[in-house]
């Protein structure tokens, strides 16, 4: 089974400073999951990490792309195919 590995980061916030946006605070798992995954699997996965209610607490799941030096951008992902997309 071919598997990848993401890093959760939780109980923080995004801040917006200078056009950059970026996470802080909170804490960071990482966590190795198989490339088949679906998406509605990874969001139980991060529920059960951060401690929260999947059906009173809203999740935003985002994905770190470096598009040049020291710029990231930061996709959301809310679906199978969000999540298919962003993988390598």
């Not at 190795?32 to 209610?53: M, W, Y």
Request: hydrophobic share 35%.
């Amino acid at each position: 089974m071919e598997t990848i590995v993401i890093l959760v980061c939780y109980n923080g916030k995004w801040v917006t400073s200078k056009k950059m946006c970026k996470y802080e605070g909170g804490d960071s798992k990482g966590l190795i999951i198989p490339r088949t995954i679906k998406f509605a699997e990874l969001l139980d996965r991060v529920h059960q990490i951060g401690n929260t209610n999947n059906r009173e607490d809203n999740v935003c799941l985002k994905f770190s792309v470096l598009v040049a030096s020291n710029e990231w951008k930061h996709i959301k992902i809310e679906d199978d195919d969000d999540f298919y997309e962003v993988q390598f």
